[in-house]
């Protein structure tokens, strides 16, 4: 390919970086809405919809079966995990923290790649998954950082945002790996979404939900947000087929910075001197984990969310 379409395949890819790291501050702004659950299925609804005209619609007999039944079930449950661990956040600057705990997928990305599909890696691994975990502590910790009562305290209250986090990134770092030995070159996000907006309606109706306080305003917001998801997708597709991958991936570990500072600004929502270090912590941590495996990085190690 020529070096010029190259550089612009990659500049798109990019975009798609800059489009999620707002997801944040709209999905927590739509929970306040229209209440988290409603609010969020509507989201991945518009969002389906969007992929289904930007990817094309499914051809499901082409997908590996596994893939579809592991790939499937990971996919769902990381997306409503993430979504709802924000949207139940009891505020702007407890829904920038849950995002930051989700950030801990790069690394166990690469770990679970070591332990399950036999990536190489030296002992960098050691020092980058530490790096992570502390950071997203010191993020915990409050202004003063490492600090553990601090840190029971935020947990406990609101234990069902931070523990949905905490799996998101269990889920996403699984969904990555499995990509990576069933999806033999199929693209499932199309169906995936689709799957993740029918439970999210589901579990809506289950427990009785009602969308009230319908505005024109949140209507757009909640556009907005399928907006970012939809063309992030598309973009990030094309990115990674006809732009530079490398620079797509490690461009990617730095995405908890701007999520953050999108995020705050958004949600009128000040981080203190000890937040933004422990994001640098994390991201750091993530690209020493990169760094760690001798192979080059593959297309589905650096899912992105």
């Known amino acids: 390919m020529h070096p010029f379409l190259r550089n612009n395949a990659t500049s798109i ?10 997801m944040v501050g709209f999905i927590h702004r739509i929970s306040d809405l229209l209440g988290p659950l409603g609010g969020i299925a509507m989201i991945y609804s518009c969002a389906s919809a969007l992929l289904l005209v930007s990817l094309g619609v499914p051809k ?27 949207g139940y956040a009891a505020n702007g600057a407890q829904a920038i923290e849950v995002n930051i705990i989700n950030y801990l ?29 502390l950071g997203v502590c010191w993020v915990l910790g409050g202004e003063k950082g490492l600090d553990l009562p601090v840190m029971i305290s935020n947990v406990s209250s609101n234990p069902v945002s931070y523990v949905l986090a905490f799996l998101g990134a269990f889920f996403w770092a699984g969904y990555c790996t499995v990509t990576t030995k069933l999806a033999r070159g199929e693209n499932g996000a199309a169906l995936f979404f689709l799957l993740t907006a029918a439970a999210l309606w589901v579990k809506f109706f289950v427990s009785g939900g009602v969308i009230a306080n319908v505005s024109m305003g949140a209507i757009v917001y909640v556009l907005l947000a399928a907006g970012a998801v939809g063309f992030g997708c598309a973009c990030w597709n094309f990115g990674i087929v006809y732009g530079n991958v490398s620079i797509l991936a490690s461009t990617s570990y730095f995405t908890p910075i701007l999520s953050s500072l999108l995020a705050s600004l958004f949600l009128n929502a000040p981080l203190s001197l000890s937040f933004w270090q422990g994001v640098l912590m994390v991201s750091a941590g993530s690209i020493l984990c990169w760094r760690a495996t001798r192979a080059q990085t593959t297309k589905a190690t650096i899912c992105s969310s």
């Open 60 to 86: 499901i007999k082409t997908f590996p079966r596994n893939y579809l039944l592991f790939g499937g079930v990971l996919f769902v449950a990381y997306e409503m995990s993430f979504a709802l661990a924000i």
């Open 13 to 22: 890819g990019l975009i798609a970086i800059i489009l999620w790291s707002t």
């Open 105 to 133: 997928w790069p690394s166990l990305t690469i770990v679970f790649a070591i332990i399950f599909n036999n990536q190489k890696a030296n002992l960098l691994i050691i020092p980058g998954l530490s790096l992570s975990l």
